[in-house]
């Protein structure tokens, strides 16, 4: 279990796929459009999705010659909320100890 779970800090370790679940979050979006909004290349930002979709993180479907993507599980969200809240107490507890007079 601690393998899978480093396994999946792993990938989430990445800004660029962190960046992508972002924009993802608003729902389907197509992988040139993440590209342009990303300023990658498509086969980049492929690349990223796959390793996603393999994780189970995110569904794709093709329509034509267009990949879709979208989150499926939403679960990475709190995580990364979670994540987020901790280095702002770190930080703001960091900015205090220094405002402190010694």
Known sequence: MAAAIAERFRLLAEPTRLRLLDLLADGE?????????LGCTQANVSKHLALL?????????RQGLHGYYRVCDPAVFAL?????????RHADARAAALREPA
């Open 53 to 61: 979709a393999d994780a189970g993180l995110v569904e794709r479907r």
């Open 29 to 37: 979006r197509s992988v040139g459009s993440l590209a342009g909004e």
């Open 80 to 88: 990364c909320d979670q994540v987020c809240e901790t280095l702002r």
